[in-house]
Each structure stands twice: as C-alpha cells, then as structure tokens.
C-alpha cells in the first residue's frame, strides 16, 4: 500500500511539472502605439506555489521510505493539507469572473492596455485539480498504511509477552528445569513420572 501511495505522490509531483509549463491565461494589450501583443500566463505564473508542491510531493514520496506510525500520519495529514493548495489555482481558474486584472498584475501590465479578449486555458488547471485528488488519495493510503503498521507492532507484542509468560512457567513454574531433569535421572528417579507429592523411584 505504501507504494502505492508513493507512485501516486510521485505522479502527482509530475502532474503539478507539466501543469506549471501550461498556459492558462491568455490577454491582449495594446498600447496605442503599435499592434496588439498577446501575453501567455504560465501555470508557474498563475500561482507559483504549484512546482514548490510540486517538490514537497517528491521529497515526501521519498520520506516514506524511512517513517513509520506517527510519522507516517503526520506525513499524509501534510501532503492531504497540499491537495488542498494544489486544486485552488485551477478551482479559481473556473470561478474568478475576469482573469485579465489579475493577469495583467501577473505580467506587470497596466490595465489600462488590456484589449481584446482574454482566452483562458483550462488543460493546466485540469491537470493540477487532478494532481490535488491523487494526493489525497495518497495521503489516505499512507495513514491507512499507519494505521496497519500499528496494530501489526501490537498484534506483535501481545504474541512477545505470551510467550514470555509461557517461558517463564516452564522455567519457575510446575514444570523442571533441565539441571533438575539431570539430577533426577543421576539419582535414578523418572522426572516424567514425578507427582507433586513425592517422588517416584526409577525401575
């Protein structure tokens, strides 16, 4: 299950690359002095958060290799809190009315030039919301991996202290120990056949 989870955060790390290289935004500006240009907004533009998640994924794939119980929980409660700053960029991308003013702020235009029409690109955002569903996806299989290794190291020693127990009777308990089964046989005695009220004399 483990990896599993770490092919998924390591897809979702790749995921975020490509989303990054994407344009998501595109705007018109024109100064009145010359034609129209047009003006591409990357996905590392549109937020720049996305290829420092981006890293974080990696360096948590990585970091499963070597936690386990609590750190193993507290790393899937990290990486499902990055899902949520993953699928934002692209969330806001569908929900923002007019992505020009902030893309033109992104470019450092003025405003004021903006012409035309702004064309939005959803493949990026797309991609990153899908990136943000992989890591939560992850993240639950890194807790429930948590959640297993626990229980398994308490199954563990339940069966450690039963067998304890079970050594400590054989060797204070009823039963004799070996020094005590040589003596008995010196002596000419069956030890196998001793009663606890006395003992019994070999043939």
Not at 39 to 67: E, F, K, Q, R
Not at 111 to 116: F, M, Q
Not at 186 to 201: C, I, L, S, V
């Amino acid at each position: 299950m483990i990896r599993v989870a770490q092919l998924g955060l390591l897809a979702a790390a790749a995921a975020l690359w490509v989303a990054s290289r994407l344009t998501w935004v595109e705007v018109t500006t024109f100064d009145g002095l010359g034609p129209p240009k047009t003006h591409a907004v990357s996905g590392a533009t549109w937020s720049t958060a996305l290829l420092p998640l981006a890293l974080l994924l990696v360096a948590a794939a990585v970091a499963t290799l070597a936690v386990r119980g609590w750190p193993l929980r507290m790393l899937a409660v990290l990486t499902a809190l990055a899902s949520a700053g993953m699928a934002y960029p692209g969330i806001a991308l569908w929900v923002i009315r007019d992505a020009a003013p902030r893309a033109a702020r992104l470019l450092e235009v003025p405003v004021a030039e903006l012409g035309g029409d702004t064309q939005r690109h959803y493949a990026g955002a797309v991609i990153a919301v899908a990136a943000a569903v992989l890591t939560l996806v992850s993240a639950v299989l890194l807790m429930r991996s948590a959640g297993r290794d626990r229980s398994g190291a308490a199954r563990f020693r339940r069966g450690g202290a039963g067998a304890g127990g079970r050594s400590g009777d054989d060797g204070t308990g009823s039963s004799l120990s070996a020094r005590e089964l040589w003596d008995a046989l010196d002596a000419g005695t069956d030890p196998t056949r001793d009663t606890p009220g006395g003992e019994t004399k070999g043939r």
